[in-house]
Protein backbone atom coordinates (compact mmCIF):
# COMPACT_ATOMS: atom_id res chain seq x y z
CA UNK A 1 0.00 0.00 0.00
CA UNK A 2 1.84 2.86 -1.42
CA UNK A 3 1.31 6.32 -0.96
CA UNK A 4 2.09 8.42 -4.09
CA UNK A 5 3.14 12.22 -3.60
CA UNK A 6 2.65 15.12 -6.60
CA UNK A 7 3.73 18.93 -5.98
CA UNK A 8 2.73 21.72 -8.48
CA UNK A 9 0.49 24.69 -8.67
CA UNK A 10 -2.77 22.96 -8.74
CA UNK A 11 -5.29 20.30 -7.80
CA UNK A 12 -6.89 19.55 -11.20
CA UNK A 13 -2.96 19.33 -12.77
CA UNK A 14 -1.93 16.70 -10.10
CA UNK A 15 -4.51 14.77 -10.57
CA UNK A 16 -4.25 14.47 -14.38
CA UNK A 17 -0.87 13.90 -13.62
CA UNK A 18 -1.40 11.28 -10.78
CA UNK A 19 -4.24 9.50 -13.45
CA UNK A 20 -1.90 9.07 -16.55
CA UNK A 21 1.08 8.33 -14.42
CA UNK A 22 -0.39 5.59 -12.81
CA UNK A 23 -3.09 4.50 -15.41
CA UNK A 24 -6.22 4.89 -13.31
CA UNK A 25 -9.24 6.52 -13.37
CA UNK A 26 -10.31 9.08 -10.53
CA UNK A 27 -12.59 6.60 -8.95
CA UNK A 28 -9.78 4.40 -8.56
CA UNK A 29 -8.09 6.01 -6.12
CA UNK A 30 -7.76 7.97 -2.50
CA UNK A 31 -6.25 11.32 -2.72
CA UNK A 32 -6.24 14.45 0.10
CA UNK A 33 -4.72 17.41 -1.22
CA UNK A 34 -3.19 20.22 0.73
CA UNK A 35 -1.62 23.97 -0.03
CA UNK A 36 1.60 24.89 1.58
CA UNK A 37 3.98 28.17 1.57
CA UNK A 38 7.43 28.22 0.82
CA UNK A 39 10.21 30.16 -0.15
CA UNK A 40 11.16 33.86 0.45
CA UNK A 41 8.39 34.83 -2.20
CA UNK A 42 5.85 32.65 -0.19
CA UNK A 43 4.99 31.27 -3.09
CA UNK A 44 1.92 28.62 -2.67
CA UNK A 45 2.49 25.21 -4.08
CA UNK A 46 -0.17 22.03 -3.91
CA UNK A 47 0.60 18.73 -2.42
CA UNK A 48 -1.52 15.62 -3.75
CA UNK A 49 -1.45 12.11 -2.14
CA UNK A 50 -2.73 9.28 -3.06
CA UNK A 51 -3.44 5.41 -2.82
CA UNK A 52 -4.99 3.12 -4.99
CA UNK A 53 -8.09 1.70 -4.27
CA UNK A 54 -6.82 -1.80 -5.21
CA UNK A 55 -4.17 -1.88 -2.90
CA UNK A 56 -5.96 -0.40 0.30
CA UNK A 57 -8.81 -3.29 -0.83
CA UNK A 58 -6.17 -5.72 -0.30
CA UNK A 59 -4.12 -4.38 2.88
CA UNK A 60 -8.16 -4.56 4.30
CA UNK A 61 -8.98 -7.56 3.90
CA UNK A 62 -5.33 -8.85 5.06
CA UNK A 63 -6.03 -6.97 8.37
CA UNK A 64 -9.67 -7.79 8.81
CA UNK A 65 -8.42 -11.62 8.76
CA UNK A 66 -5.43 -10.97 11.09
CA UNK A 67 -7.99 -8.75 13.74
CA UNK A 68 -10.91 -10.86 13.52
CA UNK A 69 -8.66 -14.07 14.04
CA UNK A 70 -7.48 -12.36 17.14
CA UNK A 71 -10.75 -12.12 18.34
CA UNK A 72 -11.48 -15.89 17.85
CA UNK A 73 -13.60 -15.63 14.87
CA UNK A 74 -13.74 -16.97 11.53
CA UNK A 75 -14.56 -14.32 9.11
CA UNK A 76 -15.27 -14.26 5.09
CA UNK A 77 -14.86 -11.02 3.81
CA UNK A 78 -17.14 -9.97 0.06
CA UNK A 79 -16.11 -6.28 -0.89
CA UNK A 80 -17.39 -3.51 -3.32
CA UNK A 81 -15.97 -0.65 -4.66
CA UNK A 82 -19.12 1.93 -4.05
CA UNK A 83 -18.34 5.96 -5.86
CA UNK A 84 -17.15 7.32 -2.50
CA UNK A 85 -15.85 4.56 -0.53
CA UNK A 86 -15.34 0.78 -0.15
CA UNK A 87 -17.61 -1.69 1.30
CA UNK A 88 -16.72 -4.53 3.26
CA UNK A 89 -19.16 -7.05 4.18
CA UNK A 90 -17.92 -9.61 6.92
CA UNK A 91 -19.60 -13.05 6.95
CA UNK A 92 -18.62 -14.89 10.95
CA UNK A 93 -19.25 -17.57 12.71
CA UNK A 94 -20.37 -15.32 15.11
CA UNK A 95 -21.92 -12.51 13.71
CA UNK A 96 -23.50 -11.04 16.99
CA UNK A 97 -20.16 -10.27 18.43
CA UNK A 98 -18.90 -9.23 15.31
CA UNK A 99 -21.53 -6.29 15.67
CA UNK A 100 -21.70 -6.24 19.53
CA UNK A 101 -24.30 -3.83 21.22
CA UNK A 102 -25.79 -1.05 19.20
CA UNK A 103 -23.24 -2.01 16.38
CA UNK A 104 -20.29 -0.41 18.82
CA UNK A 105 -17.74 -3.65 18.19
CA UNK A 106 -18.44 -3.02 14.45
CA UNK A 107 -17.82 0.71 14.61
CA UNK A 108 -14.90 0.12 16.30
CA UNK A 109 -13.16 -1.90 13.70
CA UNK A 110 -13.90 0.19 10.99
CA UNK A 111 -12.67 2.70 12.74
CA UNK A 112 -9.62 1.21 13.59
CA UNK A 113 -9.43 -0.20 9.93
CA UNK A 114 -9.40 3.60 8.70
CA UNK A 115 -6.60 4.60 11.10
CA UNK A 116 -4.45 2.56 10.15
CA UNK A 117 -5.00 3.36 7.20
CA UNK A 118 -4.22 6.78 7.28
CA UNK A 119 -1.33 6.11 9.94
CA UNK A 120 0.82 4.08 6.92
CA UNK A 121 -0.41 6.02 4.09
CA UNK A 122 -1.60 9.32 5.06
CA UNK A 123 -4.57 9.63 3.31
CA UNK A 124 -8.24 9.33 4.62
CA UNK A 125 -9.74 6.46 3.27
CA UNK A 126 -13.50 5.74 3.49
CA UNK A 127 -13.61 2.31 4.64
CA UNK A 128 -17.46 0.92 5.62
CA UNK A 129 -17.85 -2.32 7.23
CA UNK A 130 -21.19 -4.35 7.62
CA UNK A 131 -22.22 -6.98 9.01
CA UNK A 132 -25.62 -9.16 7.53
CA UNK A 133 -26.93 -5.39 6.55
CA UNK A 134 -26.33 -4.63 9.97
CA UNK A 135 -25.94 -1.38 9.14
CA UNK A 136 -28.71 -0.86 6.16
CA UNK A 137 -31.52 -2.38 8.19
CA UNK A 138 -30.17 -0.56 11.12
CA UNK A 139 -30.39 2.88 9.05
CA UNK A 140 -34.34 2.17 7.73
CA UNK A 141 -35.23 1.44 11.04
CA UNK A 142 -33.78 4.63 12.56
CA UNK A 143 -35.56 6.64 9.75
CA UNK A 144 -38.97 5.15 10.13
CA UNK A 145 -38.28 5.80 13.84
CA UNK A 146 -37.61 9.29 12.76
CA UNK A 147 -40.95 10.13 10.66
CA UNK A 148 -43.34 7.76 13.49
CA UNK A 149 -42.06 10.53 16.01
CA UNK A 150 -42.06 13.49 13.68
CA UNK A 151 -46.20 13.11 13.22
CA UNK A 152 -46.58 12.52 16.82
CA UNK A 153 -44.67 16.12 17.53
CA UNK A 154 -47.38 17.51 14.81
CA UNK A 155 -50.05 15.62 16.41
CA UNK A 156 -49.09 16.92 19.92
CA UNK A 157 -47.34 19.66 19.70
CA UNK A 158 -44.74 18.68 22.14
CA UNK A 159 -41.35 18.06 21.38
CA UNK A 160 -39.41 14.60 21.55
CA UNK A 161 -36.23 13.81 22.78
CA UNK A 162 -34.70 10.79 20.54
CA UNK A 163 -32.09 8.89 22.53
CA UNK A 164 -28.81 9.37 22.34
CA UNK A 165 -26.63 8.69 19.01
CA UNK A 166 -23.62 9.16 17.28
CA UNK A 167 -23.28 11.50 14.91
CA UNK A 168 -23.74 9.54 11.58
CA UNK A 169 -27.17 8.19 13.14
CA UNK A 170 -27.90 12.03 14.31
CA UNK A 171 -26.98 13.61 10.31
CA UNK A 172 -29.65 10.17 8.96
CA UNK A 173 -32.43 12.03 11.43
CA UNK A 174 -32.04 15.28 10.48
CA UNK A 175 -31.34 14.53 6.75
CA UNK A 176 -34.65 12.34 6.92
CA UNK A 177 -36.90 15.07 8.45
CA UNK A 178 -35.22 18.11 6.61
CA UNK A 179 -38.10 19.04 4.46
CA UNK A 180 -40.74 17.58 6.65
CA UNK A 181 -43.46 20.09 6.93
CA UNK A 182 -43.54 22.00 10.16
CA UNK A 183 -41.26 19.76 11.83
CA UNK A 184 -37.34 21.19 12.40
CA UNK A 185 -34.41 18.90 14.13
CA UNK A 186 -31.88 20.29 16.29
CA UNK A 187 -29.19 18.34 18.44
CA UNK A 188 -28.49 18.65 22.49
CA UNK A 189 -26.13 17.37 25.01
CA UNK A 190 -22.20 16.78 24.64
CA UNK A 191 -20.62 13.15 23.66
CA UNK A 192 -21.46 10.33 24.03
CA UNK A 193 -24.84 11.53 25.05
CA UNK A 194 -25.50 13.91 22.62
CA UNK A 195 -29.52 13.04 20.62
CA UNK A 196 -31.74 14.77 18.22
CA UNK A 197 -34.81 16.54 19.71
CA UNK A 198 -37.84 16.84 17.10
CA UNK A 199 -40.09 19.97 17.40
CA UNK A 200 -42.54 22.03 15.82
CA UNK A 201 -41.20 24.61 13.60
CA UNK A 202 -42.93 27.48 14.04
Known amino acids: MKPYVYEGKTEEELILKALNELEVKE????????????????????????????????????????????????????????????????????????????????????????????????????MVLDVEDYKEKHQRSIEFLSKKLAKEVLQTGIEIKMDSMNSYERRLVHNVLKDFKGIKTESEGEEPNRCVVIKLSK
Do not use: W
Not at 29 to 35: D, R
Not at 38 to 61: C, N, R, T
Not at 70 to 92: D, F, P, Q, Y
Not at 115 to 126: E, L, M
Open 27 to 126: DELFFVTKEEVAGLLKKKKVILKVIKKSEVLEYSKKFLKELTCAMGLEVNLETKRKENHILIKLHSNNNPILIGKNGKTLEALQVILRQSIYIKTGVHAN
